[in-house]
Structures are given as C-alpha cells and as structure tokens.
C-alpha cells in the first residue's frame, strides 16, 4: 500500500499549504462580504419603490407641450 514518509516531506510543501489555507479563508471571507453589501443594497432599493409619487399632471402636460408640440414654420426657398 501507499504510505506516506513523514520524515521526508519537504517544508516547502508544508508552508505551501499552510499560505493556501490562509488565502482560501480570505478569499471567502471577502466574498462573504462582498455579497453581503450587494444583498444590502438590493433591500434598500427594494425599500425606496414602495415610496408614493406624486406626480402633478398639469405641470407634466405643459412641459410635454412645450417639449413636442412646436409650430412648424415652412422655409421657402426660391
């Protein structure tokens, strides 16, 4: 069967894994928070639609008017 020598393994190998443990959990927990922050944010934007405008009809129909409804003046070239 395979056995392992533990007398010969390199310390390489050892603080090699060590560093990719540690760098596994930072990677995670800075995933974690990253995710945390946009579910936050998703909340609060869901949160501020429920909010009532009050919108005043005359104010946007005369805007819209301005805006759109133009008297055109034909150029007549000769």
Known sequence: MFTI???KIDKFY???VVV????AAMVIYAFKGM???????YEIG???TKLHVKVD???LDSA???A???EIINLELK
């Open 64 to 66: 819209y008017n301005f």
């Open 20 to 23: 990719m443990v540690l760098m």
């Open 5 to 7: 020598n533990w007398g």
């Open 57 to 59: 009809k005359e104010k």
């Open 46 to 48: 869901q949160d501020s």
């Open 35 to 41: 995710f945390s922050s946009f579910i936050t944010a």
């Open 14 to 16: 050892i603080l090699f």
């Open 68 to 70: 759109f409804d133009k």
